[in-house]
C-alpha cells in the first residue's frame, strides 16, 4: 500500500491513479478515499492525475488517539503534498474535507494549488454558535457522538438514508449502502467521533477571507446534513470570484447519486485552470 508518514509518525494511506496535472481529494465523514473512486478513475482516464486519502484514522490510516482537528488534518495534507512534490494542484473537498483543504490553503498559502472545489462542505461554519445563531443546533451532533457510542453499526446505517435522500427520491443500490457502512466500520470508533466535535466546533470563516485561487462551490438544495443557506451559500458569497452550482433536490451524498453530474463539472474546472 502507498502511504506517507505524517509529521506526528502517522501512517496514512493514499491511492495515486494516472499522470497530469494534479486533483487532490478529500473525504467526508465517516467515509475514506474509496468514496471517490467515480472521480478518480473518470478523471485519471481524461489526462489527470488523481489523487484521494485516507484521513488519519479512517480506511488504510493509521488510528491514532488524537489528532482529530482541523490544524493537524491540514498538516497532513501538506505533508501529502509535500512528499509527492505535487504543484499547480486543484484541492477537492467534500463535506468536512472541505473544511481542512480550506485550512490548509489559510495556513500554508496557495503557491502549489491551482482552484479549489468545495462540495457540499462545512464552510465556513457547521454548528451554530453565539455568533453563527443560524448554524445547526450543538445538540444534533452530541446525538450523533451518543448514536456512535450506542451501536455505531446501526447509526451509520441509519444515516445513510438523509445522507443519500432515500427518503427524498433518490434511489441508491444495495451495493451502494453496504459498501458506505462496510468504509464507515473500517475507521477508528474515537476518530469518528472526534471528527464530529471538530466539523461542529470548527469556525472557517477566517480561513475563507485567504482563499485565493479560483473555486468552484457545488451544494445539493436538498442537502439534509449540511443545510445549503448555511454553509454552501455563505461560502461562496464569501470567497472572491467563487462559481457557485446547486444541484436541484440533490441530497449530502452527490457524489454518488449525481455522479455523472459532479464528474463532468470536475473535469470542466479543472481543465478550465
Known sequence: ?????????????????????????????????DMWDSQLNYLAERGFRAIAFDRRGFGRSEQPWNGYDYDTFASDINDLISALDLR???????SMGGGDVTRYISTYGSDRVAGLALLGAVTPIFGQSESYPQGVDQKVFSGIRDGLRKDRAQFISDFATPFYGTNAGQTVSEGALTQTLN???????????????AFAET??????????????????????????????????????????????????????THQEQLNEDLLAFVKSL
Open 1 to 33: 500500500m502507498a502511504t506517507f508518514k505524517a509529521k506526528d509518525g502517522t501512517q496514512i494511506y493514499y491511492k495515486d491513479w494516472g499522470a497530469g496535472r494534479p486533483v487532490l481529494f478529500s473525504h467526508g465523514w465517516p467515509l475514506d478515499a
Open 88 to 94: 499547480e494542484v486543484t484541492l477537492v473537498g467534500f
Open 183 to 197: 468504509i464507515a466500520l473500517l475507521a477508528s470508533l474515537k476518530g469518528t467521533i472526534d471528527c464530529v466535535t
Open 203 to 256: 469556525d472557517f470563516r477566517p480561513d475563507m477571507a485567504k482563499i485565493d485561487v479560483p473555486t468552484l462551490v457545488i451544494h445539493g438544495s436538498n442537502d439534509q446534513i449540511v443545510p445549503f443557506e448555511t454553509t454552501g451559500k455563505v461560502a461562496a458569497e464569501m470567497i472572491s470570484g467563487a462559481t457557485l452550482k446547486v444541484y436541484d433536490n440533490a441530497p449530502h451524498g452527490f457524489a454518488l
